[in-house]
């Protein structure tokens, strides 16, 4: 059973423009949600999260939504570029002790972004 | 500061024998998760270290163990190895210190490991 679900296999966006990342989840103890970026060969590298106490939350040129009665959350990137070419990664975790060092991933989406 | 290390990133080995994948934590950091890449399965939680103890575990069979020692540093074990082990080993750790406070984990390249 699969608790975070990114349905867009990939992406892709001009250079310039916005790109929007989807993620959806079905378990309601998730409480803490965060996106990572990932090149071939290198871990994730943390980019932005958010909690559910918020809907809203921005970093440069990052930006995630939260909509908790849908549980669905999205990044928006703008404005895209091509150095942000790579696969992103949604993932969330539930708060309480079985949380413990424990992230729930999605299956990724690759983003091209072209020049 | 130094990002997270792993060691070694590289290794293959044949069906049936044991692996040490090595990790250390960023400076300061206690909490150390591992994770499997594989590319039909994803990124999967296989257990969590803090203080020397394990906090969490994922499902996965009993040849997946690990430790952490008192710096920190992190070691997994994967005995009896298979076939359908082969996969990115990926390395995270985190401030987290307890149950209500929210910390980013920031991860190491990854060991890829081929099971021949």
């Known amino acids: 059973d699969q608790q975070v679900k990114q349905n867009s296999p990939s992406l892709s966006v001009q250079e310039g423009r916005i790109s929007i990342l989807n993620c959806d989840y079905t378990?309601?103890?998730?409480?803490?949600f965060l996106w990572y970026k990932k090149y071939p060969a290198e871990g994730p590298t943390f980019l932005i999260s958010i909690s559910s106490i918020k809907d809203k939350n921005e970093d440069g040129r990052f930006t995630v939504f939260l909509n908790k009665s849908a549980k669905h959350l999205s990044l928006h990137i703008v404005p895209s570029q091509p150095g942000d070419s790579a696969v992103y990664f949604c993932?969330?975790?539930?708060?309480?002790?079985?949380?413990?060092?424990?992230?729930?991933f999605g299956q990724g989406t690759i983003l091209t972004v072209h020049p | 500061k130094a990002g997270v290390t792993q060691t070694p990133r590289y290794l293959i080995k044949t069906r049936g024998q044991q692996v040490t994948l090595s990790c250390s934590p960023i400076?300061?950091?206690?909490?150390v998760s591992w994770y499997q890449q594989t590319p039909g399965q994803g990124l999967q939680f296989l257990f969590e270290?803090?203080?020397?103890?394990?906090?969490n575990k994922g499902n996965f069979p009993g040849r997946f163990s690990g430790r952490q020692f008192s710096n920190s540093r992190s070691e997994m074990n994967v005995s009896t190895l298979e076939l359908g082990d082969s996969a990115l080993y990926l390395c995270a750790s985190s401030l987290r210190v307890d149950r209500a406070s929210y910390n980013e984990q920031f991860f190491g390249p990854g060991t890829r490991l081929t099971v021949l």
């Open positions: 400076s300061g950091h206690r909490s």
């Open positions: 993932a969330a975790s539930p708060a309480g002790g079985t949380s413990y060092g424990k992230l729930t």
């Open positions: 378990n309601s103890m998730f409480d803490y």
């Open positions: 270290y803090f203080s020397e103890t394990q906090r």
